[in-house]
C-alpha cells in the first residue's frame, strides 16, 4: 500500500519534488525509457519519500525511511552527507533504493527537462529570429540582429548526409534532439553542398571545411544567418562549431562517391544550437530580455533559465557504492540483487587475485607481475578474449547477470575461456552503478590506475568509520631503498637501450642521490622503538622546504620531473602500440594476437621495452606531493617528511642488501635494513576534497561514524547533514551498562597505571568471571592492547582465576599477527564450540568467551549475532599509542592549525558537536580532541559486534568507571548513549544483569516452536555448519 512520507523538499531542484518543469502539461519520459529497470518479478512495494518514488522490498522500518529520505534530500540539493545507522538496521539496502529511485527519477525528469530546452531552442530558431532587436542602435550595432530568418535571408545551403552513416530516415533533427540523444558528435559522414546559391566566389573562397575554428565561419556565412558576437560572447554564449558537423551555413564541396540526404540550413543551425545547450539557453536568455522571440513563450524562458540555473548536464550521474573489503562489497551486491527491484547496468572492480583464471599465473603467488607478463608476451588466451564477457548478453543490461558479483563473472570467464579481470573493467566503463573497495575511490594512484572518473558522479561510502585514516594514508606516499634501486636499475637499462636516454638518465640520476642520502649514516635519527630510527622535518629550524632544496627537489625540478614523466608515459604508449602492431603484423590478423589492436592497457608491463609500473608509481606518487609541497602548494603545510631506517627480519634478501652485499642466498630470519623516505599526509583532506570537488554528493554511512562532528573538519570536507538513526532493535532486547567498581570495589579505571596494578587486575577478573558466568554462550572482551592481554592472563593464571573462567567458559584469544587461514581456523572454532554447546535450543552451561583487542581483527567487520555473542565486554578507552610518531605529529598539526582558526570556529569543534548544516571544514579539532576521538571510535566499533539484527539481542557493559562522566558517554553510538545506566556497584549490576539474560532466554525459548530448527540463528542462519571466511584486509 502506497505510503506518503516527508515531502519536504521544497526547493526547485532538478527532477526534485519541486521542479515546476517535471512535466506538467509536457510529455513525461516513461519510466521503462529510463536507465533503471523495476524488476517485475520481485515484490515489492512503493513509497513517496522527499517527493520521490521508491521501491522497497518490504514495509521500512522508521530508520529505513529516515536514511532514505535523508538521502534524497542531499543527493537533490548536491549536497554531502553523513548517515550513522547500526548494524542491522537494513542502512545498505535503504540507501540502495534511495540511491537508484533518486536516480531514476533525475534521468526521468532531466530527460523532461533537456526536451523542454530543446523544444524552446527549436521554437525560437523556427520562429525566425536569432537576436533580439537592439534598442541602442549604437551600443548594440556589432550585437544587432543579423539573422532574422533562417528561411527568406539565408543562402540555399543543404546538409548531405553520407547514406552509409546509420541515419536511415526522418529528419536529423529527430535523430540529434530527440530525447535519447547525448551530447556526443554524431558519428555522421555529413558534409554541406550549396545548391542554388547567391553566394559569390568570394564566399565560396571563405567556406569552412567544417572544423569549427577561426572567423572564417563568420566571415563566409552570410551576415543575416549568424550574429556578430564580441569575443566575449562567442566564448560566453554561441554555440560552439561541432567537430564533424559544418558550422552554421557553412559548405564543402561535393563527394560524388556517395548519395546525399538534403537537409537544410535551418536544421544546420539546430543542430548546432543542440549541441551547446547551455550557451544556447544563455543567448536566448539574453536575447529574451529585451523582447520575447517570435514563437516563445514566457514558459519557454523559464525553462532555459531553469536549464542554467540548476545544471546543463545532460548525463545522469554514475554512482559508486564502495565499502571496506570486498566481502563487504558482495554484500552489497546482494542486496541490490536479491531484496532490490532496481535494475541497471553494474559492475564490481576488483583485483586479479580474485579474478584471474589464468592457472600458472595463480600459481605464481604474484599475480599481478605474472598477467603484466603474460600479456606483454601475447600468452594468456583468456586475455585475448576478455570481450567474450564484457560483450557477453548475460551481463548485459537486461540479462541473466545483469547484476552480478565477482564470483558469478569469474565462473563465466572460466565457461568462456575470457579473462574476468579485464572484462570487469570494461563493463565498469559503462556502468551506471560501480561497487568496490573504497580504496579504489580514496586512493589517487589506484583510481587512475583503475580508471575511475568521478566527474559529476554520486560516492556513497558504506562502512566509512576508517575513511578518514584510509584518506591519510591515500596522501601519504612511502619510497623504500629497494624501490628505487628497482628504478635505478630500469633507467640505467632503458638508457643503454637508446630509449629515450636522456629522459631516463635524469630519473635515474634522481633516484640515485636519492638512495646515497637515504643509505648514509645520519646522526639525527630517534629511537622510535626497538627496530625503527627516525628523524622528522620540519626538525631543529630545518623546514621541508630546506630538506627538499638539499635534495634537489626544488619547484624547478619537479617541473623537470613532470616533463620527464609525461615523455615516459608516451614513451610506454609508443611502445605498446608497436608492441601491438608486431603482433599483429606477426599474427596476419587485423586484431592481432590479443584481439585488442593497438588499444592501450595501462596495466601492461614489460621487462625491458619500458620502465615497470612499479617504478612509474613510484615517480608519478613522488611527483604528485611534491606539488603538494612545493612553495605555494596548496597542502605545503600539510605533510611531515620522515627518514625512516627499520631493521627487519626477512626470508629473503632485499634487492638493495643483494646489491650491497652481494649475496643472492641468505639464510631465512636475516636481518635486513630497509631505508624509508616518507611523506606523511596529517590532513585526509589532502585527498578527501579534491574527490569532493570532483562529485555532485559524498554521502558517508556506517554503523560507528559517531563522534560527527570531526568528519568535516579532518576532511575538509562541507557535509550538509548528519542523520543518527535509531537502532531498530528494540530497547528490551539489549542493555548497556557502565559498571564502575569489581566485586571487591576496585574503581575499574584501565589507565597507564592502574592496570599494572593487582587490585585492578584481580578485580577486572573477578569481574568477568561473574559476568561469564551469567552470560549465556558467547561473549566477547576488548582490550586495549595486547600487552595488557599478557599482562591480566599472566596474573590470572598464577592465581589460578583463569581456571573459574574457564569453568564458565571455553577462552578464545585473538593471535597477535599470524595468518589469515589460522585465525579463520580459530575463529570457526569459536563459533563451532557455541553451536555444540547447544542443545534443543538452550545454551549449556559453558559457552565461549573471546578475547580481543580494540582495532584488532575481531573489532571489525565480523559478524557476532545471536549467541555468537550476547554480552560484549569493554575494558578501557582505547586511546592510541601515545608516542608513536605519526600519532603525536598529528596531534601537533591539529593544535597548530586548530590555533590558527578564528575563536569562533573552534567553539564549534567539541568532539560532538554535530549540529545539521553547520559542519565546516575550517573548523579543525584540536590535536586532543582528534586523539580522543580515536579512541571512542574504536569503541563503538567494538560494541557494534553483537546486536546485528531486529531480533538480536545482547548486552553492551563498559567495565570501566571513566563512562560514568556523561562526557564520555556522549561518544558512544547514539543508539547506546540513550540507554546507558551506570552502575557504581558490582553485584546490583550483576542482579540486573541477570534479570536481563533470563528474561531473554526465557523469551526466546517461548518464540521457538516445537518444530522449529533450534540450531538456527534468528538472523536466519544456519548454524549447524560454520565456517568463516576471511578476505585479507578482514584479518588485518
Ligand atoms: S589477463 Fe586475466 S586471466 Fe590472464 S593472467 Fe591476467 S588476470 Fe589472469
Known sequence: MPSSFAKGNTKPNPGGPGDKYSGQGSKAASPEETTIRIASHLNHQTYFIGGIKVHFPFKPYPSQLGMMNHMIRALNT?????????????????????????????????????????????????????????????????????????????????MEIDSSAALTGGSILDKLAGDGHTDSTPALDIKPKIENSDITPDDRNNINNGDGDGDDDDDFVDATLK?????????????????????????????????????????????????????????????????????????????????????????TPRIYFGSRTHRQVSQLVDELRLKSAYRLQTAVLGSRTQMCIHGEAIKTGSIDDACRKLIETDDCGPYRSHRKISGHPKVRFGGELEIWDIEDIVKLGKQQFACPYFAARELADNADLVFCPYNYILDPGVREAAGILLDGSIVILDEAHNVENAAREAGSVEITDNQLLILIGECQAMSKAGHIPETHQ?????????????????????????????????????????????????????????????????????????????????????????GRGGELLDDIDSDSSHLSNISMRVVSSLLRVLKHLSHGGRYSSDYRVARIRRTAMTTEPLLANRKRKKSITPAAGTQEQVNTLAFWALNPGVVFSEIASQTRSIVLTSGTLSPLGSYASELQVDFASTLEANHVIDPSRFKAMSIMCGPAGTMLEAKYKTVDTMLFQDDVGASLCSIAASCPDGMLVFVSSYSLLNKLFMRWRTTKLMDRLEG????????????????????????????????????????????????????????????????????????????????????????????????????????????????????????????????????????????????????????????????????????????????????????????????????????????????????????DAVTTKLESSDSE
Open 506 to 594: 635524469f630519473v635515474g640520476q634522481f633516484a640515485e642521490s636519492l638512495l646515497t642520502w637515504l643509505q648514509e649514516d645520519f646522526d639525527d635519527y630517534e629511537h622510535q622503538d626497538f627496530e625503527t630510527l627516525t628523524a622528522v622535518w620540519p626538525r631543529k629550524g630545518a623546514s621541508i622546504h630546506d630538506l627538499l632544496n638539499q635534495l634537489a627537489m626544488t619547484p624547478a625540478f619537479t617541473v623537470r620531473l613532470q616533463q620527464a614523466y609525461s615523455k615516459l608515459e608516451d614513451f610506454i604508449k609508443e611502445q605498446r602500440t608497436i608492441h601491438a602492431d608486431n603482433q599483429r603484423m606477426a599474427s596476419g590478423g587485423a586484431l592481432g594476437k590479443n
Open 808 to 1023: 564458565c567458559k571455553r577462552v578464545f584469544v585473538e593471535p597477535q599477527g599470524g595468518s589469515k587461514e589460522a585465525f579463520e581456523k580459530l575463529l570457526n572454532e569459536y563459533r563451532n564450540s557455541l553451536v555444540e554447546n547447544r542443545v534443543q535450543g538452550q545454551p549449556l552451561e559453558r559457552g565461549a568467551v573471546m578475547f580481543a583487542v580494540y582495532r584488532g581483527k575481531v573489532s571489525e567487520g565480523i559478524d557476532f549475532s545471536d549467541f555468537f555473542c550476547r554480552t560484549v565486554v569493554n575494558i578501557g578507552i582505547p586511546y592510541p599509542a601515545f608516542k608513536d610518531v605519526k600519532v603525536t605529529l598529528k596531534r601537533e598539526y591539529n593544535d597548530t592549525m586548530a590555533k590558527q582558526q578564528p575563536r569562533r570556529q573552534q567553539q564549534q569543534q567539541q568532539p560532538h558537536s554535530s549540529t545539521p548544516g553547520q559542519q565546516s571544514s575550517a573548523a579543525l579539532l584540536n590535536g586532543s580532541a582528534w586523539y580522543e576521538i580515536q579512541a571512542f571510535r574504536a569503541t563503538n566499533q567494538a560494541l557494534g559486534r553483537c546486536l546485528r539484527h531486529k531480533n538480536d539481542w545482547g548486552a553492551i557493559i563498559m567495565l570501566e568507571s571513566r563512562f560514568a562522566n556523561e562526557w564520555n558517554v556522549n561518544k558512544l553510538s547514539k543508539w547506546v548513549r540513550s540507554h546507558m545506566r551506570v552502575y557504581s556497584n558490582f553485584n546490583r549490576a550483576l542482579a540486573d544483569l541477570d534479570d536481563f539474560y533470563r528474561i531473554r532466554a526465557a523469551e526466546d525459548m517461548a518464540a521457538h516452536s516445537p518444530g522449529d530448527n533450534l540450531l538456527a540463528t534468528d538472523s536466519g542462519h544456519s548454524a
Open 78 to 158: 548536491s549536497k554531502n552527507t553523513m548517515i550513522e545507522s547500526p548494524t542491522g538496521s537494513g542502512k545498505s539496502l535503504a540507501l540502495l533504493c534511495a540511491a537508484l529511485a533518486w536516480r531514476r527519477n533525475y534521468t526521468t525528469k532531466n530527460k523532461q527537462r533537456v526536451s523542454n530546452v530543446r523544444q524552446a531552442i527549436r521554437r525560437y530558431i523556427k520562429g525566425g529570429s536569432l537576436l533580439p532587436e537592439a534598442d541602442n542602435k549604437g551600443q548594440d550595432k556589432d550585437a544587432k540582429a543579423q539573422v532574422t530568418s533562417s528561411e527568406d535571408t539565408k543562402p540555399d545551403v543543404k
Open 227 to 315: 550574429p556578430k558576437l564580441s569575443a566575449a560572447e562567442k566564448q560566453s554564449t554561441g554555440p560552439e562549431p561541432i567537430p564533424g558537423l559544418p558550422a552554421p551555413g557553412s559548405v564543402a564541396m561535393d563527394d560524388p562517391k556517395h548519395p546525399k540526404i538534403h537537409i537544410d540550413n535551418t536544421e544546420i543551425l539546430l543542430i548546432h544550437a543542440l549541441h551547446d545547450l547551455a550557451g544556447t539557453a544563455e543567448f536566448i536568455i539574453q536575447a529574451a530580455k529585451t523582447r520575447m522571440p517570435p514563437g516563445m513563450d514566457q514558459q519557454d524562458i523559464d525553462a532555459l533559465i531553469e536549464f542554467k540555473e540548476n545544471g546543463s548536464t545532460e548525463s
